[in-house]
Every structure is written in C-alpha cells, then in structure tokens.
C-alpha cells in the first residue's frame, strides 16, 4: 500500500496523532516546537503553543487535556488553565511519546537531547496525581500501546531496534518485558498504534514505511512513504478506518529537494482502530 499527502509540509517535526472526537478530530504535535496542531474539516490547521516540547497529548474524562513536555507532564483544565509537572531538571533530556494505559494511568517516556544509552526513562501519572518510573534506563521511549482486550502491551525503545511485548498488570503496570519483533540494522521503529484486530502498526524511521504485524510478531502489510522520516500513526475518522501517519524534517535543510517531509499523510488499510483511551485523572 502507499499512503496519500494530506497536508501541506506543516510541521518541523510532526509526531503523536491522536483522534480526539471531542477536541476537533485529528490532533497531533510538531514536538520541537512545541505546538499541537489540529486539522480543521475545511482543511486548514488550528496550532497552539503549549511548551518548550509538546510530545504527547491524550483526552482526560472531565474534558480537559494531559500533555507529555520537555520535562514533565501539563495538565489542561476545560476552560483552558495549564498546571504543569516538573519532573527533572536536567536540560540534556527531553519527553519524547506516551499513551494512556487501559486503567486511566498516562504514560510519556523520555530521551537525552545527544541519545546517550540508558539515560531516558518511562514515566506514569496516575489519576491521583502521582508520578512513578515505569522503565529505567531507555534511551529513545517511544511508541506505546495495548492489546484491545487490555492485556497486553506494546513497546518501542527506538535504540533498540525492536518492538517489546508486555503483560500489563493493574497494580505493577508492565511486566514480564519480551521480545515481539526483531526489526533488524536498519529498522527504527518509531511510534506504534493497535488496531481493533490486535495488530501493531508501527512507523518505520528512516524506513519510509509504516509495517503491520499480526499480535504473533509476523510482517503482515507495509505502507510505503515518499519520505523517509516517518515517525508516527493513529487510525482516525468516524469510523476509525482511516490511519493517519505524520513525518518529520529534522535535520533536513530548508531548500532539501524533499518537499513531503512535515506532512501528514493518510491510507485506507481495511482496518478500524480503537477509541482513544482517556486519562482519568
């Protein structure tokens, strides 16, 4: 399959697509800017600053928004006010992706600015307002997500160059840490989604391409890009049948002859994705 170019090259460097119904659709952070940008049903694209990095964003139950930010999380409230959570201050890491777990708990991991080995952690925020260290000792989090009953979880720490499996526990959160898929030398998984069937859909960095794999770990379809940095993928519309996948130009120069780079682009893949889990704090 080849995905089709929705937008114009909108973003620096696009990443986190989101279908938030109830906040105007398809939303999603052009993370070193720190804006979240949604695109509007006559085209055009609504942007907001938020915070030195915008890196996550998630719907909460009372309305409201949670974010993942350079250092830590921001909790937006319906009419707008902004409290955040500072959570280091090191200036050499940054957040980087998350997702909500199937328990309400908002999960964002980081990574160091120079990807130093181990130097990156995944954090949880619970509804309570408590903070917790998921995973210590990553060096690129990224692509989180869950098995639609809930049971297990999927897991991209980019360096590493696989996807990670995990049982998810109520109480311990992710547990028992394996091996799903092997993407090999030249495989950067980047962020993930499930869909309603179970499989992982997972963006390839440097592989202009997004790759499907069935819930044994097994290369099912590929989305091939006309651009290579390829950096994340959500299912979105009325009928969560269509994935949307965002790009990035960084690094790039800005007269690279790669023009496409920035955009969001869109397939069809005969699938429908899951609602958006909601944080329930």
Same mark, same amino acid.
């Given at each position: ?116 080995? $181990?130097? =990156? ?7 309570? %307002?408590? +903070?917790? &260290? !998921?995973? /210590?000792? #990553? *060096? ?110 960084? $690094?790039? =120069? ?7 780079? %920035?955009? +969001?682009? &869109? !397939?069809? /893949?005969? #699938? *429908? ?9």
């Amino acid at each position: 399959m080849r995905a089709e170019r929705l937008t114009d090259r909108i973003a620096h460097h696009g990443e986190g697509p989101v279908w938030l119904p109830d906040h105007g659709g398809l939303t999603w952070v052009d993370m070193l800017d720190g804006d979240v940008l949604t695109l509007r049903g006559d085209g055009g694209v609504e942007r907001r600053h938020v915070d030195a990095i915008a890196a996550c964003v998630r719907p909460r139950t009372n309305g409201g928004l949670v974010y993942g930010i350079e250092r830590g999380f921001a909790l937006e409230d319906p009419d707008g006010a902004l409290r955040r959570i500072e959570l280091w201050q090191d200036p050499a890491v940054r957040m980087n992706e998350g997702a909500v777990d199937p328990d309400g708990n908002f999960l964002c991991g980081s990574m160091p600015y120079d990807r130093t080995p $181990g130097a =990156a952690s995944l954090y949880r925020l619970t509804p309570d %307002g408590a +903070v917790t &260290t !998921v995973l /210590p000792e #990553v *060096t690129i989090s990224n692509g989180l997500d869950y098995s639609p009953d809930g049971r297990l979880a999927y897991y991209n720490d980019t360096h590493e160059q696989r996807i990670d499996l995990f049982d998810h526990d109520p109480q311990q959160g992710l547990v028992n840490r394996r091996t799903l898929v092997d993407t090999g030398p030249d495989g950067r998984p980047d962020g993930l989604t499930v869909d309603a069937e179970g499989n992982i859909w997972t963006a390839m960095h440097h592989g202009a391409a997004v790759h499907c794999y069935d819930p044994d770990g097994v290369l099912q379809q590929v989305v091939e890009l006309p651009t290579p940095l390829v950096t994340a993928c959500t299912f979105g519309g009325d009928d969560l049948g269509t994935l949307y996948i965002t790009t990035s130009r960084e $690094g790039m =120069a800005e007269d690279d002859a790669d023009q496409l780079a %920035g955009s +969001v682009f &869109t !397939v069809q /893949p005969g #699938v *429908t994705g899951l609602p958006v889990r909601e944080f329930a704090g």
